[in-house]
């Protein structure tokens, strides 16, 4: 959603929010954006929603095709999909009424320290293919077990068995500097790091079976957004209230104050990763026609670019929140389903399913996120199953 005046404000679930005018400090002048800034801004926020989509997909195809039991991720079928909106909505409703019973400074202080730990194994785990690559050869890479075990003889149970190596140590190190930084001083640049690496993380691990159960997730988030925008007070309440880093943030005055900006115009995750892994399924789709052509993957990355940039347009012309799927949802949707009947494939993309022929033994997801496009979806997309031979780089479900 876009808002005028007001200081800047976390966002919520599924909605973008982008401000074009802040509070000054003394909270009586109105800061005013310049046509410079206000491009700088919207410019950088798309190019920071393209990025994790774009790789998030394509780290999606390889850990699809993963033997590691560790690494597979978790399939979201139709009825999850059809379940997805109303537990959102009983989630958004429930904090709406936290936040009006209890005190925000408390429950926003324990956010913080959830979110601290969430974001440093999140952005570990980002980091982690780049560190593989850069790391000398010359260094030995040294072998780590953590295992924490429960009874004695016969009656043994692994309670926590996770493996771990050098490579991993300065990925959660440098992870760690990062979260620091981000609870003193809830910096944007902090924020960012962390909304990109949840954004990655959640196209990356939450995979749709086949394309009918990305339609029915995508239309009832469609109906969901428009309706806590428009038709109640509820998402922007939980928005100004809500303080983690489940959005990315990019300040309008950068080029007047420099990296202390503190006039942001502001992205929800939500807007990120529910379309995002609706392109990404996509992209297993072309890879599974064997036809060396990704053609519905550009289609559909194209589609979500002319969606958030109507969003911004709009947004900005009419100064009133927008939520943000009202426009993303018909483009990804729409625009490749009108290649597919051009090229005569639209059964085959309809008949496509993702955890069959890509990935035959991939867990279905069981335990839904409650708040979409929020760290906690991320998290539970992560979520290693408690069999699992060997845990790498897990975040623990929130549930």
Same mark, same amino acid.
């Given at each position: 959603?876009?808002?005028?005046?007001?200081?800047?404000?976390?966002?919520?679930?599924?909605?973008?929010?982008?401000?074009?005018?802040?509070?000054?400090?003394?909270?009586?002048?109105?800061?005013?954006?310049?046509?410079?800034?206000?491009?700088?801004? @919207?410019?950088?926020? =798309?190019?920071?929603?393209?990025?994790?989509?774009?790789?998030? *997909?394509?780290?999606?195809?390889?850990?699809?095709?993963?033997?590691?039991?560790?690494?597979?991720?978790?399939?979201?079928? !139709?009825?999850? *999909?059809?379940?997805?909106?109303?537990?959102?909505?009983?989630?958004?409703?429930?904090?709406?009424? /936290?936040?009006?019973? /209890?005190?925000?400074?408390?429950?926003?202080?324990?956010?913080?320290?959830?979110?601290?730990?969430?974001?440093?194994?999140?952005?570990?785990?980002?980091?982690?293919?780049?560190?593989?690559?850069?790391?000398? *050869?010359?260094?030995?890479?040294?072998? +780590?077990?953590?295992?924490?075990?429960?009874?004695?003889?016969?009656?043994?149970?692994?309670?926590?068995? @996770?493996?771990?190596?050098?490579?991993?140590?300065?990925?959660?190190? /440098?992870?760690? =500097?990062?979260? =620091?930084? +981000?609870?003193?001083?809830?910096?944007?640049?902090?924020?960012?790091?962390?909304?990109?690496?949840?954004?990655?993380?959640?196209?990356?691990?939450?995979?749709?079976?086949?394309? %009918?159960?990305?339609?029915?997730?995508?239309?009832?988030?469609?109906? +969901?957004?428009?309706?806590?925008?428009?038709?109640?007070? =509820?998402?922007?309440?939980?928005?100004?209230?809500?303080?983690?880093?489940?959005?990315?943030?990019?300040?309008?005055?950068?080029?007047?104050?420099?990296?202390? $900006?503190?006039?942001?115009?502001?992205?929800?995750?939500?807007?990120?990763?529910?379309?995002?892994?609706? #392109?990404?399924?996509?992209?297993? /789709?072309?890879?599974?026609?064997?036809?060396?052509?990704?053609?519905?993957?550009?289609? !559909?990355?194209?589609?979500?670019?002319?969606?958030?940039?109507?969003?911004?347009?709009?947004?900005?012309?009419?100064?009133?929140?927008?939520? $943000?799927?009202?426009?993303?949802?018909?483009?990804? #949707?729409?625009?490749?389903?009108?290649?597919?009947?051009?090229?005569?494939?639209?059964?085959?993309?309809?008949?496509?399913? %993702? !955890?069959?022929?890509?990935?035959?033994?991939?867990?279905?997801?069981?335990?839904?996120?409650?708040?979409?496009?929020?760290?906690?979806?991320?998290?539970?997309?992560?979520?290693?199953?408690?069999?699992?031979?060997?845990?790498?780089?897990?975040?623990?479900?929130?549930?």
């Amino acid at each position: 959603m876009a808002e005028t005046g007001g200081p800047a404000t976390p966002d919520s679930a599924l909605n973008v929010t982008l401000n074009d005018t802040q509070e000054a400090a003394n909270a009586t002048a109105k800061f005013v954006a310049t046509p410079e800034g206000t491009a700088v801004a @919207y410019g950088s926020l =798309v190019i920071m929603a393209l990025l994790p989509i774009f790789f998030g *997909a394509l780290r999606s195809v390889n850990c699809a095709k993963s033997k590691n039991s560790c690494d597979m991720p978790e399939t979201i079928t !139709s009825r999850d *999909a059809a379940r997805f909106p109303i537990i959102a909505s009983c989630t958004l409703f429930g904090l709406y009424l /936290f936040f009006k019973i /209890f005190s925000q400074e408390y429950i926003n202080l324990l956010l913080s320290m959830y979110f601290f730990i969430l974001g440093i194994l999140a952005l570990s785990h980002t980091l982690s293919p780049a560190m593989n690559k850069i790391f000398p *050869a010359n260094i030995p890479n040294k072998q +780590y077990q953590l295992l924490f075990t429960q009874g004695t003889g016969e009656t043994k149970e692994e309670i926590v068995n @996770y493996e771990f190596d050098t490579k991993d140590l300065i990925c959660l190190g /440098f992870s760690s =500097v990062v979260g =620091v930084w +981000y609870l003193l001083k809830k910096h944007w640049i902090a924020n960012n790091l962390f909304g990109l690496a949840f954004a990655l993380n959640g196209v990356e691990l939450l995979h749709l079976n086949n394309v %009918s159960t990305g339609c029915i997730l995508l239309g009832g988030l469609f109906v +969901y957004d428009v309706f806590w925008v428009f038709g109640t007070n =509820v998402m922007v309440t939980v928005a100004k209230s809500f303080e983690a880093p489940i959005k990315l943030v990019f300040p309008q005055d950068l080029l007047e104050k420099g990296l202390a $900006a503190n006039n942001f115009a502001m992205l929800g995750l939500g807007d990120i990763v529910i379309p995002g892994i609706f #392109i990404a399924l996509l992209l297993r /789709f072309d890879v599974s026609l064997n036809k060396n052509s990704r053609t519905y993957f550009y289609t !559909s990355f194209l589609a979500y670019i002319l969606g958030l940039g109507l969003t911004i347009y709009i947004m900005h012309t009419f100064k009133h929140a927008q939520p $943000a799927l009202l426009y993303l949802v018909p483009a990804c #949707i729409g625009l490749p389903v009108l290649v597919a009947v051009i090229k005569g494939e639209l059964t085959d993309m309809f008949s496509y399913e %993702s !955890s069959a022929e890509v990935m035959p033994h991939t867990p279905r997801l069981t335990h839904f996120p409650t708040v979409s496009g929020s760290p906690a979806s991320l998290a539970n997309s992560m979520q290693q199953k408690p069999n699992s031979p060997r845990r790498r780089r897990t975040i623990p479900s929130p549930m």
